[in-house]
């Protein structure tokens, strides 16, 4: 049974930081694109970033570039998203992903090419 689960969400203030864990198991980890996807309040669910199987290829929604950081420790079937100069429309639940590693991270920018999710986790940044 494939499990990923967020952690790291919270309340920040506008400028701050904070960084999201999507530990995997029931999958081999590191056959796998990781991506993040977040959902605002009455919107739909929005892609972030996107990181290969081997951690050399990234890709971003534009409006993250430069603030966001995406990484995968494979030891540790863990990846992560460093969330730097948040912003208040940054603001939503954000959701881990796992898709199939023969995928490039600039295709997997649409939720349906995701096989597994996680729970999510609230990122709420104040004004």
């Known amino acids: 049974q494939v499990q990923l689960v967020e952690s790291g969400g919270g309340l920040v203030q506008a400028g701050g930081s904070l960084r999201l864990s999507c530990a995997a198991s029931?999958?081999?980890?590191?056959?796998?694109?990781m991506g993040w996807f977040r959902q605002a309040s009455g919107k739909e669910r929005e892609f972030v970033a996107a990181?290969?199987?081997?951690?050399?290829?990234?890709n971003y929604v534009s409006s993250v570039k430069g603030r966001f950081t995406i990484s995968r420790d494979n030891a540790k079937n863990t990846n992560y998203l460093q969330m730097n100069n948040l912003r208040p429309e940054d603001t939503a639940v954000y959701y881990c992903?796992?898709?199939?590693?023969?995928?490039?991270?600039?295709?997997?920018?649409?939720?349906?090419?995701?096989?597994?999710w996680g729970q999510g986790t609230q990122v709420t940044v104040s004004s």
């Open positions: 990181i290969s199987w081997s951690g050399a290829t990234t």
């Open positions: 029931g999958l081999i980890f590191r056959n796998y694109v």
């Open positions: 992903a796992a898709a199939n590693g023969a995928y490039s991270v600039n295709y997997l920018v649409k939720s349906d090419r995701y096989a597994y």
